[in-house]
């Protein structure tokens, strides 16, 4: 499944509850798409940058990294990994850090 294909998903589902606290429509769909990436990966981590949310969103990469930040402070996203480190598991570059959803739902 692509990441096109988990947005589209998230985009057609109600946010979950979590997502409610924020009054910004875009940060509750950030908080559905998460859902959504958790969902696909099952019990694993899973990928997720700011270019990334920035494109699919269609804001700057830096508001980006704001939202992720603020849904890792209400405790929806964990921080597993940061991205940057020159190589990831598999041996290719990775500059996406790696979360949980644990916003429940």
């Keep these: 499944m692509t990441m096109d294909d988990i947005f589209g998903r998230s985009e057609e589902t109600e946010p979950p509850k979590s997502a409610l606290q924020f009054k910004h429509k ?5 908080v559905t798409l998460c859902r959504e990436l958790q969902r696909a990966v099952g019990d694993d981590s899973f990928f997720l940058g700011q270019p990334t949310v920035g494109k699919l969103m269609g804001i700057h990469p830096s508001t980006a990294k704001s939202w ?3 849904l890792c402070d209400a ?3 964990r921080l597993v990994e940061r991205g940057g480190a020159p190589y990831g598991h598999d041996g290719e570059k990775n500059k996406a850090h790696r ?3 644990t ?3």
């Excluded at 875009?26 to 950030?30: K, P, S, T, V, Y």
Aim: no cysteine; net charge positive.
């Design 26 to 30: 875009g940060i509750r769909r950030l």
């Design 68 to 70: 992720l930040r603020k």
């Design 75 to 77: 405790g929806i996203l």
């Design 99 to 101: 979360y949980v959803y």
């Design 103 to 105: 916003g429940g739902d």
